[in-house]
C-alpha cells in the first residue's frame, strides 16, 4: 500500500516536525525534562522500553503505512476543539465536562451475528493486538478537518476474535450514556445514546481503527475514552465515542444523525467534495489551528483515502447514498 496523497509540503517542512514531534512525545512519556534531550534516539528507545509503561501505550509504533505528510493539529487542538454532544453542543463543552465521565472500570459487549459474543475488560482490548500509531485525517461534516496521530489498531483484530457469523452484513456502535456525568444528555437533539455503524466490509477495511490514545498518551476523555473508532474516509460523526457495545446485525442498524435529518445526513456518509450538504459546500474544509486567514483546504474523494477505499462503492450511486 503507498503513502496516501497529500497537499504538498517540502520534506524538510516536515521532517524536523515530526522528529521533534516525536520526540516531544517520547520525553512527555518518559516524564524527563530537557536535560535528557541530548541522549540519542537509541537510548531514549532503551529507556522506554524499560520504562514501566503503565498504559502499553508507551510502546505503540508508527505503521510506516499509515503516516501522511502533513502536519499533524496540535494536541491542544485536538484536546479543546471537539465534538461530544453528550457534553454539550459547544466545542469547548466536551474538554470542559467530560472529566466528569467514568471511564474505569468499563467493559465493551461485542454481540449479535457472532460465533463467540464476549465481553471485554477494557484492559484486555488495550492488551489485544500491539499498539500502532497512525496519523489520520479527520474531516468533520460541518467542513472543519484536522490531522491526529492516534494510538490502538484495526477494528478487524477485534471481530476476527468474536467470528463474524455470515449473516453479519453491518455493526452498530453504541456509545455511553452516564446520567448525572453528562450535561449534553438534558437536551434530546439526539435520542441517546449516539449510534453508530458500518457495513461489514468497511469495519473489516485494515483503516478502521479502535483508538485507545492520542500523542502517545492514553486517550482524553473529550475525544471518546476510552475506545472509540476512527474510520478516517468519513465524515467525524461516523467514528463513535467512548463505544461500550458492539453489535453485529444482519439489518442496517439505525444511527444517530440520519434519524435526526435524513435529508442532511445518511448511513454512508463519505467524506464527498460533489456532494454538497444541503445547506453547505463540501469542496473545501478548514484547517483547524492554521489561522482564521489560512487558505481553506480542498476536501478530497473519500478525504484522501479513495486508494484504499473506493472498490468498495463501485457501482453504487454515491449521491444517493451520500
Ligand atoms: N461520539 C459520540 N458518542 N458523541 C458525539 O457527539 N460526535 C461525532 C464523533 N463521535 C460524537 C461522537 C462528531 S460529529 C465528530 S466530528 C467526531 O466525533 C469528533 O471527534 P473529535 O472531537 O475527537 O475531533
Not at 57 to 66: E, G, I, R
Not at 181 to 187: T, V
Not at 277 to 290: D, K, M, V
Request: net charge positive.
Amino acid at each position: 500500500m503507498s503513502h496516501f496523497k497529500a497537499p504538498p509540503i517540502a520534506p524538510s517542512e516536515i521532517t524536523p516536525e515530526r522528529v521533534w514531534l516525536a520526540r516531544r512525545r517520547w520525553m512527555q512519556q518518559l516524564g524527563v525534562g530537557a536535560v535528557a534531550l541530548g541522549t540519542g534516539g537509541l537510548s531514549l528507545r532503551a529507556m522506554a522500553q524499560s520504562a514501566p509503561a503503565a498504559s502499553g501505550l508507551f510502546a505503540a509504533k508508527p505503521n510506516p503505512v499509515y503516516q501522511i505528510m502533513e502536519k499533524p493539529t496540535s494536541e491542544k487542538d485536538i484536546t479543546s476543539y471537539n465534538n461530544f454532544y453528550e457534553f454539550g453542543t459547544g466545542k469547548s463543552d466536551p474538554s470542559n465536562y467530560a472529566g466528569a465521565m467514568k471511564t474505569s472500570p468499563w467493559k465493551v459487549i461485542v454481540e449479535g451475528e457472532v460465533a463467540k459474543p464476549r465481553t471485554f475488560d477494557i484492559d484486555d482490548l488495550r492488551k489485544l493486538a500491539p499498539m500502532e500509531e497512525r496519523v489520520y485525517r479527520l474531516r468533520c461534516v460541518e467542513a472543519w478537518s484536522m490531522v491526529i496521530p492516534w494510538e490502538g489498531y484495526s477494528l478487524s483484530t477485534l471481530l476476527k476474535q468474536v467470528e463474524p457469523t455470515s449473516r453479519a452484513k453491518y455493526i452498530e456502535f453504541v456509545t455511553a450514556v452516564q446520567p448525572g456525568n453528562m450535561p449534553g444528555l438534558a437536551d434530546r437533539i439526539i435520542d441517546w445514546p449516539y449510534v453508530e455503524g458500518l457495513r461489514i466490509d468497511e469495519a473489516m477495511n485494515p483503516l478502521t481503527m479502535l483508538v485507545f490514545g492520542l500523542y502517545g498518551k492514553t486517550l482524553p476523555n473529550q475525544d471518546g475514552a476510552p475506545m472509540r473508532v476512527a474510520v478516517p474516509w468519513k465524515y467525524g460523526f461516523k467514528s463513535g465515542k467512548s463505544i461500550v457495545k458492539i453489535r453485529l446485525t444482519e439489518k442496517q442498524p439505525v444511527t444517530s444523525w440520519p434519524k435526526i435529518a435524513p435529508t442532511e445526513y445518511a448511513f454512508y456518509a463519505n467524506v464527498n467534495p460533489k456532494v454538497p450538504h444541503p445547506r453547505w459546500s463540501q469542496a473545501t474544509e478548514r484547517r483547524i489551528g492554521s489561522g482564521f486567514f489560512a487558505p481553506r483546504v480542498d476536501t478530497l474523494m473519500y478525504n484522501g483515502y479513495a486508494e484504499q477505499v473506493a472498490a468498495l462503492y463501485q457501482g453504487m450511486d454515491l449521491r444517493k447514498n451520500f
